[in-house]
C-alpha cells in the first residue's frame, strides 16, 4: 500500500464509493453473538437483547449486503469487547434476507418486531429503507438502515437513524473536485430507482446552488444495454457528467461510456466502488475524477485498523460499505448500554448528538435530524486495469461536507 501526503492532503491507497459494482455472497440464516453472562440479579435487566438485520444477503445489491454483514460482525466484536454483550445484556442478532424487496423487507420486519425485537438494521437499497422507517416509527422500533444512501431517510422520523453516507455528502465530496461550476452543464447519468433520484435531487441542490445547469439521464435499474443512454449523455454536450450507478451492470455501464467517447469528451466525475470495481474502468480510469464514501485503508485510524484487522480474521474482505455495519454495531451497542435495551424512545434520544471515533474518522450524530456527520475522500486511480491502484487526494472533514438540516417528520 502507498501511501504520500502534504500539507493539505492525506494520501493513502486504496478505493471505494458510488459508481457501483456487484458480486452477491453469502453469510446464511440466523447468527448469535457470543455469551457472557451477567452477575446481575434482576432477570429482566440482563435479559439478552434480540436485533434484527434485515439487508440483501441475495439480490442485485447481495455484494454490499455482504460488506455490510461482515463490517457488522467485525463492529460488535470491536464494541462489546469480544464479549458480545453490552450493558450487561447478551446481544442475539437474527440475520434475514430481503432480497433487495420492500415487501418482503417489511414482512420480515413485521415478523421480528411481532416477536419483540426494538432493534432492526442493516438495509442496503434505499426503497426497502423508505418502507422501513414509518414502520419503525409506528411500533417504537429502533432502526438504523445501512448502505441505503436515499437522503429521504434524514429526518425521516424519531426512530430512523443512518450508519452510513447519505447521497448529498456523496455529491458535497464531488463539488470539492469540480472548482467553479457557475455556468455550466452538469448531466446526471444513474438509474431511475429511489438510489438514482435522490444523486439527481442533490445535485441540483448542491451544483445547481452554486450556478450550473442540471439536466439528467435516466435508465431503468433492469436495462442490459446501457449503449442508448451513453449516447443521450453525450448529445447533451455536458461540460461535466455525474455518474451515480448502483448494481451489477456497472461495468456494462463503463464500457458504454468508454465507446461512445463520453470520458474523452468531457469530465466525468463518480463514486469510486468496492475493490471489484477498480479494473472495470480500464484506461479510462485515468480520466475520472472519483468521490469516495470509503475505502480500506483510507481513514488510517486505529479504529478502522480495528475494523480492517476484524474483518480479515474472519475470512471476509474489507471494502466499500464495511464502515456501514461497524457504525451500526457501535451505534447499537452504545444504546444498549444507556440502559434502555427494550425502550427504543430511550435508546433514540441516548444516539442523539453523539460523536464518536467510527472507522472512517471522528462521527456525529445529529440531535436534529438523525444525519450522520462523517468524512468523506476525493481519490484517483493510478495505473489500469488488474494493477489499478486508488489514491487518497483530500480527507473532507465532516464539517466540510455535512447535509443541510431536515426537519424531523412527526
Not at 347 to 367: C, Y
Request: with cysteine; net charge neutral.
Amino acid at each position: 500500500m502507498r501511501r504520500s501526503s502534504s500539507s493539505s492532503t492525506l494520501r493513502s491507497s486504496t478505493v471505494t464509493a458510488l459508481a457501483l459494482l456487484t458480486t452477491g455472497l453469502l453469510l446464511a440464516g440466523c447468527s448469535k453473538a457470543g455469551t457472557a453472562g451477567s452477575s446481575a440479579p434482576d432477570s429482566a435487566k440482563s435479559a439478552p437483547v434480540p436485533v434484527g438485520l434485515v439487508y440483501s444477503r441475495s439480490g442485485p445489491l447481495a455484494a454490499y449486503g455482504k460488506q455490510y454483514i461482515d463490517g457488522f460482525n467485525a463492529g460488535l466484536a470491536y464494541a462489546t469487547h469480544n464479549t458480545g454483550s453490552a450493558g450487561g445484556h447478551r446481544i442475539d442478532v437474527t440475520v434475514q434476507d430481503d432480497t433487495g424487496d420492500p415487501a418482503k423487507a417489511v414482512a420480515e420486519a413485521k415478523t421480528l418486531i411481532g416477536k419483540g425485537t426494538h432493534i432492526i438494521a442493516g438495509t442496503t437499497d434505499s426503497g426497502v429503507a423508505l418502507q422501513l422507517a414509518p414502520l419503525a416509527a409506528q411500533n417504537k422500533v429502533l432502526y438504523i438502515p445501512g448502505p441505503a444512501a436515499t437522503d429521504a431517510l434524514t429526518g425521516a422520523n424519531a426512530y430512523t437513524f443512518r450508519s452510513g453516507r447519505q447521497s448529498y455528502q456523496d455529491i458535497l465530496a464531488a463539488g470539492s473536485l469540480l472548482g467553479d461550476s457557475h455556468g455550466k452543464k452538469v448531466v446526471v447519468l444513474t438509474q431511475d430507482s429511489a438510489f438514482g433520484q435522490a444523486n439527481v435531487a442533490a445535485v441540483k441542490q448542491v451544483l445547481g446552488g452554486q450556478g450550473a445547469r442540471v439536466d439528467s439521464v435516466l435508465a431503468p435499474p433492469s436495462a442490459s444495454d446501457l449503449t442508448p443512454f451513453a449516447q443521450s449523455v453525450k448529445a447533451k454536450k455536458p461540460d461535466l457528467v455525474f455518474v451515480a450507478w448502483a448494481g451489477a451492470s456497472a461495468p456494462a455501464l463503463w464500457t458504454a461510456l468508454d465507446q461512445q467517447g463520453v470520458v474523452t469528451a468531457t469530465k466525468v466525475v463518480t463514486g469510486l466502488a468496492g475493490v471489484a470495481s477498480y479494473p472495470l474502468f480500464g484506461k479510462a480510469g485515468a480520466r475520472i475524477s472519483f468521490l469516495a464514501h470509503y475505502f480500506p485503508g483510507a481513514a488510517g485510524t486505529p479504529v478502522e485498523q480495528a475494523m480492517l484487522d476484524g474483518i480479515t480474521k474472519a475470512g471476509g474482505t474489507p471494502d466499500l460499505f464495511s464502515p456501514d455495519g461497524f457504525t451500526a454495531a457501535q451505534m447499537i451497542v452504545h444504546a444498549i448500554e444507556s440502559g434502555s435495551a427494550t425502550d427504543a424512545t430511550a435508546m433514540a434520544k441516548s444516539l442523539e448528538g453523539w460523536t464518536f471515533q467510527g472507522p472512517k474518522g471522528e462521527e456525529q450524530i445529529r440531535a436534529a435530524d438523525h444525519a450522520l456527520l462523517q468524512p468523506m475522500f476525493t481519490a484517483k486511480l493510478d495505473g489500469s486495469g488488474a494493477a489499478a491502484e486508488p489514491e487518497v487526494i483530500t480527507r473532507l472533514p465532516k464539517d466540510v461536507v455535512t447535509p443541510p438540516q431536515q426537519k424531523m417528520a412527526g
